[in-house]
């Protein structure tokens, strides 16, 4: 088996800080300091691409947490992980006629035509992972895109990769209906054989449809590639779901190759497996709870006419050793007062 260093790092841009456990700790919330006050009692509608997943559960959960304190009403539509599903949530969203959408985990690419719909009606938009660009005023009309970066998010879990030495074989897995997800995967692919590493194969395999297709699919690449097949990569931890009972299946013990790593976002089950050993090692996990606090202040933004703050959170790196030292988190939440900086910029 691989060498693995199993340590709970922060990761700011391409700098990797050691952590002080076990609270996932950041001395001081690097966010915003000013902007508006809260604006009067708004709808706000979170169109979800798909609840069962755990980074888009995790962000919506700190919007419906943020705009309680904020006095805000939200309405979270599930689009289910079809494109149709989506599409028939933006009609419900238009209907609500909110004063803001949220756009959660999906490519605002998919739905241009009702993004169009949305400008002409002058309702705000921001976003969670919603195309490659990150940060202020998107092209198609995005307010804001909250993510962390997501090429440092690929290349952490690709050198994490490639920590036992260049006598190694990952197999990538990736969903080309997102643009942001194929970019992720390449730069996976990119940083390994930079590295001297293998890449083993790309596989392109939609991410809604993952609890039926990862079992065989498994079981496939482990006829085809055995004991060549040493990582996984993943560009987000819901692969990884139903990936375990094909290797159990096949003899392979939780913490044996092929050993699973996670370009994000950190969800509660991949937590759970990297803490008990069961077939993920790490992921590359974002502050969701944060995320979801920032787009509530981004939006509060928007509303009043008010520019984009402009931040882009740091990722972490989320290993065994982290999370045995970290009690019982189940998720990369900052103990870092984000939540009483944006309540005291609200006024709240």
């Given at each position: 088996?691989?060498?693995r260093?199993?340590?709970?790092t922060?990761l700011?841009?391409?700098t990797?800080?050691?952590?002080?456990?076990?609270?996932?700790?950041?001395?001081?919330f690097d966010g915003?300091?000013?902007?508006?006050?809260?604006?009067?009692?708004?709808?706000?509608?979170?169109?979800?691409?798909?609840l069962?997943?755990?980074?888009?559960?995790?962000?919506?959960?700190?919007?419906?947490?943020a705009?309680a304190?904020?006095?805000?009403?939200?309405?979270?539509?599930?689009?289910?992980?079809?494109v149709?599903?989506?599409t028939?949530?933006?009609?419900?969203?238009?209907?609500?006629?909110?004063?803001g959408?949220?756009?959660?985990g999906?490519?605002?690419?998919?739905?241009?035509?009702?993004?169009?719909?949305?400008?002409?009606?002058?309702?705000?938009?921001?976003?969670?992972?919603?195309?490659?660009?990150i940060?202020?005023?998107?092209?198609?009309?995005?307010?804001?895109?909250?993510?962390?970066?997501?090429m440092?998010?690929?290349?952490?879990a690709?050198?994490?990769?490639?920590?036992?030495?260049?006598?190694?074989?990952?197999?990538?897995?990736?969903?080309?209906?997102?643009e942001?997800?194929?970019?992720?995967?390449?730069?996976?692919?990119?940083?390994?054989e930079?590295m001297?590493g293998?890449?083993?194969?790309?596989?392109?395999?939609?991410?809604?449809?993952?609890?039926?297709?990862?079992?065989p699919?498994?079981?496939?690449?482990?006829q085809?590639?055995?004991?060549?097949?040493t990582?996984?990569l993943?560009?987000n931890?819901?692969?990884?779901?139903?990936?375990g009972p094909?290797?159990?299946?096949?003899g392979?013990d939780?913490?044996?190759?092929?050993?699973?790593?996670s370009?994000?976002?950190?969800?509660?089950?991949?937590?759970?497996?990297?803490r008990?050993?069961?077939?993920?090692?790490?992921?590359?996990?974002?502050?969701?709870?944060?995320?979801?606090?920032?787009m509530?202040?981004?939006?509060?933004?928007?509303?009043?006419?008010?520019?984009?703050?402009?931040?882009?959170?740091?990722?972490?790196?989320?290993?065994?050793?982290?999370?045995?030292?970290s009690?019982?988190?189940n998720?990369?939440?900052?103990q870092n007062?984000?939540?009483?900086?944006y309540?005291?910029?609200?006024?709240?």
């Amino acid at each position: 088996m691989l060498k693995r260093t199993f340590i709970a790092t922060l990761l700011a841009g391409t700098t990797a800080l050691t952590l002080g456990l076990p609270a996932f700790a950041q001395t001081a919330f690097d966010g915003p300091t000013t902007g508006p006050k809260a604006a009067d009692a708004k709808l706000i509608v979170v169109l979800a691409g798909d609840l069962k997943n755990g980074g888009i559960l995790g962000v919506t959960t700190g919007v419906e947490e943020a705009a309680a304190k904020i006095g805000w009403t939200v309405r979270v539509i599930d689009g289910a992980g079809s494109v149709q599903g989506r599409t028939a949530a933006f009609g419900q969203a238009m209907a609500l006629q909110p004063a803001g959408i949220i756009i959660n985990g999906f490519d605002a690419m998919e739905q241009q035509a009702a993004i169009e719909g949305i400008k002409a009606a002058n309702i705000p938009m921001v976003a969670w992972h919603s195309g490659p660009q990150i940060g202020c005023d998107i092209p198609n009309g995005i307010f804001a895109n909250v993510s962390t970066d997501a090429m440092t998010v690929s290349e952490t879990a690709a050198k994490w990769a490639m920590e036992g030495g260049t006598d190694m074989g990952a197999i990538i897995f990736t969903d080309s209906t997102y643009e942001i997800a194929i970019a992720k995967a390449d730069r996976i692919k990119e940083t390994i054989e930079s590295m001297g590493g293998t890449v083993l194969e790309y596989v392109d395999t939609p991410i809604a449809d993952t609890s039926a297709r990862m079992g065989p699919l498994t079981t496939s690449l482990l006829q085809k590639y055995g004991d060549k097949w040493t990582h996984s990569l993943a560009i987000n931890d819901l692969y990884f779901d139903f990936m375990g009972p094909a290797l159990a299946a096949a003899g392979i013990d939780g913490k044996s190759n092929p050993l699973a790593g996670s370009a994000g976002d950190g969800s509660e089950a991949a937590f759970q497996r990297i803490r008990t050993g069961q077939y993920q090692a790490i992921t590359v996990a974002e502050p969701l709870n944060l995320q979801g606090w920032q787009m509530v202040d981004e939006m509060n933004r928007a509303v009043q006419g008010e520019a984009c703050s402009g931040y882009i959170t740091a990722p972490a790196l989320v290993t065994e050793a982290g999370l045995a030292a970290s009690g019982d988190s189940n998720s990369f939440d900052p103990q870092n007062g984000y939540r009483e900086a944006y309540s005291a910029i609200w006024g709240k």
